[in-house]
């Protein structure tokens, strides 16, 4: 009897949890992924991306039946936390093949990687692939990459340049400082150009058949700081009816033959010769620099285009004479090759290495990051004083107590007492100080980053943000940003919001392994990362936030500026911006211009808006832009007895811990022209694209100034911040044209001028010099 009601009681259970089985979401996405069929899925180019910049994820589907479906990444942010960033929401109304598309930010090396493929409607998983390093079953390929490392990817394949095998990225060598991916399905190029912002250049030979969206995503992302190579040969029809054609601003003319290649081999740097004759493209460039040329024109030319560049040669690398030259894979790389960094960043780490203590700054970026970590009413104790206290209060509950109850009172056993009154105490002011220091208020500092180009009227913005929470919680956070114009009704558009990680090694820093990282709490991004949600801050904690946008605004300053070889610079301009430009300092060729401030007028050393300004009016100096940076000073000293003079030139050390933003961005903006890592100790090749040197280099000025005018509205659980302390600064690139006039300074005839003063210092780099 027990046993019959046993076995019926048994088989209402088993038939209740079937059903509730059945019925539940997770058996339903199941049954609903039988009829979806993987058939490709990348990450990166070819599995290789580098960490803190955004990754492009493609996946090819086949399905038999319509429907909504997300794509989505889960990957670790630089604090260990997992964050899962969805794609919009693709629509698949007819049954076959479909493309989709995605991007992420990793914050850590060797990041395990999950991609998911969600139901749009229910949220429900529908596939799921996942990668971790160092595993036999990844599903997948994914190696990150430090950003000191060069990572080119090739349309087509491009003779002098090797590319990663996919197949043994397993093997790969990490120690490399360049690496190049093979894109042989065209298909799955980005159709974003935040896809692209994990390379550092994209090459093109010979193949230019891009779809018209794939091109409009290369073109913007040249456009906001890009650097695309181009090779074109004897095929020069099959690029001007491409579209590459019709926005690089190189112009074709049609073939040639060239027998004298030399400026080429100087280029490359290699002694070999190229023997035989080249078909060569005819072109010709209105702004740049010629790399190298021949009889009947130039062969090699960079040009800027937006915040980029593009690089253009008038021959083929898979065609010959070059594909039989030694010396192609010098030329190759160094076509590829965008940064400029004095120091290699493996001789760099080397360097670093030997240092007796680290900082924990190397990068420029890091130390505009801690610029923006002191919030106003914070007063942080430094590392060294916590250390000092700690010594005190061993010091205290150690030889005081027992000196206090064995010399001076003389009873030993009164230390049950003292002992626990001194670290009450202690526990009492330590609680005390921390609420009294830390504060009970959701503090934040805001700062504008904004990029204009003149002649394309290409916009690019930065905003960072960094909270400081009174309290542990998760908030949800956005962020909308407008452009720097007078318009009273300025529309906000919304940006693309992630964390912010430091390009270290150290504690919070993305050059970390995720092995042995803590798994934190996790959160999400909204569609297309446009905002956060349940983004988790401890208490007295900091998060720090990036949002990037960029915006097509013509019209916003007119200029008509004439300069010369010797970096003299003549002309007007006027500007349609939100407010005047304050302390601001225009740069061109080798000289940098800037105002004269009178204390008590101010104003009249502004740039205002809607006026013609005259780069030559009063009040206005120019110097060299290395002594200026440097702020070098150079002091005469007359020799006793003899006719000559010795001059001694100091340049003023770099403080890698200041925290001055105008300092720090003036620094980034012109930091080759300041001498590099040579001068400041501090790499940056994490912010390389923020660095105008090269807009210089090909004969742009570059205006570096502040503005007055929030530009950025964050929203904290649908609350605005206060905008009072939010900074901006812009920086506007500026054609010019070339002028073969040289202006010469007439000499003093004042007699007071030709006196000579011993130990006078002047700037370095000074018109006076």
């Not at 190759?332 to 001789?347: E, V």
């Not at 990037?548 to 002309?571: H, I, K, M, P, R």
């Amino acid at each position: 009897m027990k046993s019959s009601s046993f076995f019926r009681f048994s088989s209402l259970l088993v038939l209740l949890l079937s059903t509730l089985l059945n019925s539940s979401p997770a058996c339903a996405a199941e049954q609903k992924s039988g009829s979806l069929e993987i058939t490709n899925l990348q990450v990166g180019f070819d599995g290789l991306y580098k960490v803190g910049r955004w990754v492009p994820v493609y996946l090819e589907l086949t399905t038999d039946s319509p429907r909504d479906v997300q794509l989505s990444v889960i990957a670790r942010s630089p604090d260990g936390n997992p964050t899962e960033v969805p794609s919009q929401v693709y629509s698949l109304k007819t049954p076959g093949t479909h493309r989709l598309f995605s991007k992420f930010k990793t914050g850590l090396l060797d990041s395990p990687l999950k991609v998911r493929l969600r139901d749009a409607q229910t949220q429900s998983i529908l596939k799921e692939f996942s990668f971790t390093p160092r595993s036999n079953q990844n599903q997948f390929t994914g190696i990150g990459l430090k950003q000191s490392v060069e990572l080119w990817a090739m349309i087509g394949s491009v003779a002098g340049l090797e590319p990663v095998s996919p197949d043994s990225l397993s093997d790969l060598d990490r120690n490399r400082d360049e690496y190049a991916a093979l894109i042989e399905d065209q298909s799955s190029l980005p159709e974003s150009p935040y896809g692209y912002d994990t390379l550092d250049t994209l090459v093109v030979d010979a193949d230019f058949s891009q779809e018209p969206r794939q091109n409009e995503a290369i073109r913007k992302w040249v456009a906001n700081g890009g650097h695309l190579v181009l090779c074109v040969g004897a095929d020069i029809e099959a690029y001007q009816h491409s579209q590459y054609a019709s926005w690089v601003p190189v112009k074709t003319l049609g073939t040639t033959s060239v027998r004298d290649l030399s400026s080429l081999e100087l280029y490359a740097a290699v002694r070999s010769r190229i023997r035989g004759v080249a078909t060569a493209s005819r072109i010709e460039i209105s702004t740049g620099e010629i790399l190298a040329t021949g009889l009947d024109g130039p062969l090699l030319v960079r040009v800027p285009y937006g915040l980029g560049i593009v690089t253009f040669l008038a021959l083929d690398l898979n065609t010959s004479p070059l594909i039989n030259w030694d010396g192609l894979n010098n030329l190759s790389r160094k076509l590829a090759t965008r940064a400029k960094q004095p120091i290699a960043s493996s001789q760099q780490n080397a360097v670093l290495g030997k240092r007796i203590s680290q900082t924990g700054i190397s990068e420029l970026e890091t130390q505009l990051f801690h610029s923006q970590q002191t919030f106003p009413g914070i007063e942080r104790p430094s590392h060294w004083w916590v250390m000092a206290l700690i010594l005190i209060y061993l010091l205290v509950i150690g030889p005081l107590d027992y000196f206090l109850v064995h010399r001076v009172l003389k009873k030993p056993h009164i230390t049950w007492f003292t002992f626990p009154a001194m670290v009450f105490i202690a526990i009492a002011w330590g609680g005390f100080t921390a609420f009294k220091d830390n504060g009970n208020a959701l503090l934040s500092t805001q700062l504008n980053v904004v990029d204009y180009d003149v002649s394309a009227g290409q916009m690019r913005g930065r905003f960072y943000l960094n909270l400081y929470s009174p309290e542990t919680r998760r908030y949800q956070v956005s962020v909308k940003s407008s452009v720097p114009s007078q318009s009273k009704d300025r529309p906000h558009f919304p940006t693309y919001l992630n964390w912010n990680g430091l390009p270290e090694s150290t504690f919070a820093g993305m050059y970390r392994s995720a092995e042995g990282t803590i798994t934190g709490p996790a959160y999400q991004f909204s569609e297309q990362s446009t905002g956060i949600e349940n983004l988790p801050v401890l208490k007295w904690g900091t998060k720090s936030l990036l949002a990037e946008w960029n915006q097509q605004q013509s019209d916003l300053v007119t200029s008509n500026l004439t300069g010369n070889n010797l970096g003299q610079l003549s002309g007007t301009l006027t500007h349609q911006f939100s407010s005047s430009l304050k302390d601001w300092v225009l740069a061109y060729g080798n000289r940098v211009y800037l105002p004269v401030n009178n204390p008590e007028q101010l104003d009249q050393s502004y740039i205002p808006a809607n006026q013609v300004w005259s780069i030559n009016g009063p009040r206005i100096e120019s110097r060299n832009i290395k002594g200026y940076l440097t702020r070098s000073v150079s002091r005469r000293i007359e020799q006793k007895g003899q006719n000559n003079a010795t001059i001694v030139t100091v340049q003023t050390d770099y403080n890698p811990f200041a925290k001055n933003a105008y300092e720090i961005l003036k620094i980034l903006t012109f930091h080759e022209m300041s001498g590099g890592y040579g001068y400041t100790g501090l790499s940056n090749i994490s912010g390389e694209q923020l660095d105008l040197t090269e807009q210089l280099r090909l004969g742009r000025a570059v205006l570096f100034a502040r503005l007055d005018t929030p530009l950025s509205v964050a929203e904290l659980d649908q609350n605005q911040l206060e905008q009072e302390h939010q900074d901006t600064y812009i920086r506007v690139v500026i054609p010019v044209s070339i002028s073969v006039d040289i202006q010469y300074e007439l000499p003093s005839l004042d007699k007071e001028d030709k006196e000579t003063k011993d130990q006078q210092d002047t700037p370095s780099g000074s018109d006076n010099e």
